[in-house]
């Protein structure tokens, strides 16, 4: 893992409510351009983006999320679940820190309603509720990362620990399925329906989506563990992780990331781009 680039995972008290940090520092580090792009892949979470130092400019590649129509500049951004992948580049050197929350989580905690920001990036002060647009600039105030990990905790943790939320664990798997129960047995009525209804209100995605990245995390780790045991086998991977066949393996990969599973896993390992996938790979 490079070392500028860490991931921080969060304490249990926060369990089931943020994924995780991403935090990113490339000064010093001189990059040379083609060094500087980002890739991510598709994502049911929630995202709240500060900057440091530095910039991103969103570019529009055939099969991943598209920018903006306009730009969106500001100290804090927002971004819903998203669907494709995308492809960004910084022009420059960038000191960043990204939280990603749980978005039934978020829509607890905030009143948000995540169906109308799905593929979507704004300003988080225009869509956040004045609570936390005010942890929101104390977060932008902070000197440095540890300062802005401790106002996360410090602001997170009571307002997640009020709502006696039931609180899954940290892969996708355990969490959709968790929301799936917790859906069946909320409020009245159970037709298919009205519990896809609830989830998508949630969430901002439908179940189908939830379960389709659900199983490519769980592909992803499968891929991981393979080559330290010597080698990937495609066939073996896809029947083991609730996929139909190879085939339907590789569409879902290329759907959701933009590369086939065997490039994606060459690019993972050779190119600085990928930085975000090879810290979920511990």
């Given at each position: 893992?490079?070392?500028?680039?860490?991931?921080?995972?969060?304490?249990?008290?926060?369990?089931?409510?943020?994924?995780?940090?991403?935090?990113?520092?490339?000064?010093?580090?001189?990059?040379?351009?083609?060094?500087?792009?980002?890739?991510?892949?598709?994502?049911?979470?929630?995202?709240?983006?500060?900057?440091?130092?530095?910039?991103?400019?969103?570019?529009?590649?055939?099969?991943?999320?598209?920018?903006?129509?306009?730009?969106?500049?500001?100290?804090?951004?927002?971004?819903?679940?998203?669907?494709?992948?995308?492809?960004?580049?910084?022009?420059?050197?960038?000191?960043?820190?990204?939280?990603?929350?749980?978005?039934?989580?978020?829509?607890?905690?905030?009143g948000v309603a995540l169906d109308r920001h799905v593929n979507q990036i704004h300003d988080a002060l225009a869509v956040l509720p004045p609570d936390w647009q005010g942890w929101a600039a104390q977060m932008s105030a902070a000197p440095d990362d540890a300062a802005r990990l401790t106002l996360l905790q410090d602001f997170l943790v009571p307002r997640w620990q009020a709502l006696g939320t039931h609180r899954p664990g940290h892969r996708y798997a355990a969490w959709t399925e968790a929301l799936a129960v917790r859906a069946a047995t909320s409020a009245a009525g159970r037709s298919l329906r009205q519990l896809e209804r609830r989830i998508k209100a949630w969430a901002g995605l439908p179940m189908r989506e939830l379960r389709a990245v659900s199983r490519a995390e769980s592909a992803f780790y499968a891929v991981a563990a393979a080559e330290g045991d010597g080698g990937v086998n495609w066939a073996e991977i896809a029947a083991g992780h609730d996929y139909a066949d190879q085939s339907h393996l590789c569409r879902e990969t290329r759907r959701l990331t933009g590369f086939s599973p065997e490039d994606l896993r060459r690019r993972i390992a050779t190119e600085e781009a990928f930085w975000a996938y090879r810290l979920w790979r511990g």
């Open positions: 893992m490079e070392p500028s680039t860490r991931l921080w995972l969060p304490p249990l008290a926060l369990a089931g409510c943020v994924r995780g940090v991403m935090l990113r520092d490339t000064r010093g580090r001189a990059l040379p351009a083609e060094q500087r792009d980002n890739y991510f892949p598709a994502t049911p979470l929630v995202s709240l983006f500060w900057w440091a130092e530095g910039r991103s400019e969103w570019l529009a590649t055939p099969g991943f999320s598209q920018p903006p129509a306009a730009p969106v500049h500001a100290p804090v951004l927002f971004a819903g679940p998203f669907t494709l992948p995308s492809h960004t580049r910084n022009p420059g050197e960038i000191s960043a820190f990204k939280l990603l929350m749980l978005p039934d989580a978020f829509t607890a905690l905030t």
